[in-house]
């Protein structure tokens, strides 16, 4: 989807019949799957069986012509269909193979099933999401599936850079379990430094105080005061201008040691007004916060209208492209994900096959 | 990091005196921010203060050579320091500037300043996070800055890419804020689709059962049964092979439907033995499961080991480079992040300002 935004030519091949599985995944909206819908827009479709010989030949001459072929079967999976890469690169040695897979093409695991849950599980980060009274949390979206595919992008983008100095193509490894290992951040940052692993701290920074949610008299709203600076200008907007020269609070390291405490003060005063008169108080005086929003505010928020976050594709509204380069395109309106073999005839009789 | 893992020649241009502001930033060992080390791996440093006019001769040098500037000022910033795109264009016109920064280079809020968890709070994952009973929560990472330093990298790629074609160069404009849309995924399906906020469901996915956490006698642990198939053979793996058969279970809907149901009717299965006895049985069966590890069972997971995926710089060990690309290095040594201003001397020299 991120290629075919920015303007490149993607085909995507589904087995016929059923085509791709995530054509029956939920939500449904006029009898179309919203989720397919979400992440097909602007591609092609032909449906090819590669174990059918005419279909092969089809395959191949896409193949011949074709810069990158990206999958996602499990590792063993294209090499048994005969399409391993040393086999793609006889066809055409200026293509790049992408896999994007659950643990990668090595290792012990490698040829393990994997579900977003099962590597967000694995990966560590549900053991760093959530309170520490409460369970390990799930982050509430497919973020493993999502980032794999995000490294998956930048990759064949740097794959295509480098076959533009060296003229050959190459093979490109993505692994959901990999890239949420990077994305752990202070969680492997507190191990590596203590030999203990960091549990779940709520809302609140590990290193940074205030940098937390807090309740008002309404609701929870976030404050992040990164600096003794943004500290100094919350107090005086909250008219506890004397709570700055606090012994307790002078420095981030003892705000952090006592954030307990500096939440409970804080909320003592906050309980006072609702989130949004706290809001527009401390974010006049330059120090960052801001509501929780529902995905409704979020999605119908100005910035994300200014911005041209939220595009239409036929007839449906979904997240628009955040890669915002200047000299590419960025419209409203997006090309409508391929019924199954929208394509076929088309692309079989422009590539002979 | 990432363009230096990939082999590019990367300097960090930083002010005098202090440096980058993460150079404070916990935890610390022997005395060095591990913060800082982490994602500062294998590039130069200079201290320049661009408001020195030796100094600003230095910067338009390595502009003048550079393929690339990133930089996460808020926007206006570099406009009033005299380094707008159109003046850097005129210095290099192959030039791609990237900025990455809260909420990009337009729209309402853009001069707003942003840190993760306020970006979180208004993307709406937070009201995606957690359990239904329970409050908003944050990803236990830094996943807004994270996500938007991913779409920054692949944007750069793919800016480098097009210029190969055009010969001349770009603007890119990131948003944390941007990036966050795009990752709520079934939060904004559900709302175009039924015009209702998706709401926070705990562990489990919204259509999909069993997809979920369990707990065992010990503790809890994923399963992710996609399709029937998948629900056949757990329930044949557990012992409890007429649960396949049970009206209230027969199709994905249905168990989606009676989730709770479902997920009672397996914990009391699964109260008998612990997590591990489990993993191991439905592993076996092949439907996709796992433990929820912490941190350090996930760093010293011999998968991660067998991937390369924790790598040693200056003697501290870090998540290393999950894109894997033939013919591109993947030592398990990383070159150290510099100190501040390290290789000043020896840039000014070269770039001959």
Redesign the interface.
């Known amino acids: 989807m991120?290629f075919a935004d920015?303007g490149a030519r993607v085909i995507k091949v589904e087995r016929p019949g059923m085509g791709d599985?995530s054509r029956t995944?939920?939500?449904?909206?006029n009898g179309r799957s919203?989720?397919f819908d979400?992440i097909n827009r602007g591609k092609e479709s032909i449906a090819l069986d590669l174990k059918n010989d005419a279909d092969r030949r089809c395959f191949e001459a896409l193949v011949r012509k074709a810069d990158v072929v990206v999958e996602n079967f499990r590792p063993g999976t294209i090499e048994r269909l005969g399409y391993s890469?040393e086999r793609l690169k006889e066809i055409n040695s200026r293509l790049i193979l992408a896999s994007c897979t659950g643990?990668?093409?090595?290792?012990?695991?490698?040829r393990?099933?994997?579900?977003?849950?099962?590597i967000?599980?694995?990966?560590?980060?549900?053991?760093?999401?959530?309170?520490p009274e409460?369970?390990?949390?799930?982050?509430?979206?497919?973020?493993a599936d999502?980032?794999a595919g995000?490294?998956c992008?930048?990759?064949i983008?740097?794959?295509?850079?480098?076959r533009?100095k060296?003229g050959i193509g190459?093979?490109?490894?993505?692994?959901m379990?990999?890239?949420m290992?990077?994305?752990?951040?202070?969680?492997?940052?507190?191990?590596?430094?203590?030999g203990?692993?960091?549990?779940?701290?709520?809302?609140r920074?590990?290193?940074i105080a205030p940098?937390?949610?807090f309740q008002a008299n309404d609701t929870?709203?976030?404050i992040?005061a990164?600096?003794d600076e943004l500290f100094v200008s919350l107090c005086k907007a909250i008219g506890k201008p004397e709570l700055a020269f606090d012994e307790l609070f002078l420095t981030n390291e003892k705000r952090t040691l006592n954030q307990a405490l500096l939440k409970k003060t804080l909320e003592t005063v906050f309980s006072e007004h609702d989130s949004s008169y706290w809001i527009e108080r401390i974010?006049k005086a330059?120090?960052?916060?801001?509501?929780?929003?529902?995905?409704?505010?979020?999605?119908e928020?100005?910035?994300?209208r200014?911005?041209n976050?939220?595009v239409e594709s036929g007839g449906?509204?979904?997240?628009?492209?955040?890669?915002?380069?200047?000299?590419?395109a960025d419209p409203k309106d997006r090309a409508v994900a391929p019924r199954l073999d929208a394509d076929g005839l088309r692309i079989r009789r422009e590539f002979g096959a």
Request: proline letters at 6%.
């Open positions: 991120l920015l599985d995944f939920g939500p449904f909206l919203v989720y979400f890469y643990f990668g093409q090595t290792g012990p695991m490698s393990e099933r994997a579900y977003d849950t099962v967000q599980g694995l990966s560590g980060i549900m053991s760093m999401t959530g309170f409460g369970p390990a949390t799930r982050v509430g979206t497919s973020v999502l980032t995000l490294y992008f930048g990759a983008s740097s794959a295509l850079f480098a533009d060296t190459s093979r490109v490894d993505i692994s379990f990999d890239a290992i990077t994305l752990l951040e202070h969680g492997v940052m507190e191990y590596v430094a203590t203990r692993p960091l549990g779940r701290l709520g809302n920074h590990p290193y940098f937390d949610t929870s709203f976030v992040c990164g600096d974010g330059g120090v960052p916060c801001g509501a929780i929003q529902n995905i409704s505010e979020a999605v928020h100005p910035q994300v200014a911005r976050m939220i449906l509204r979904m997240p628009g492209n955040p890669i915002k380069i200047s000299g590419f």
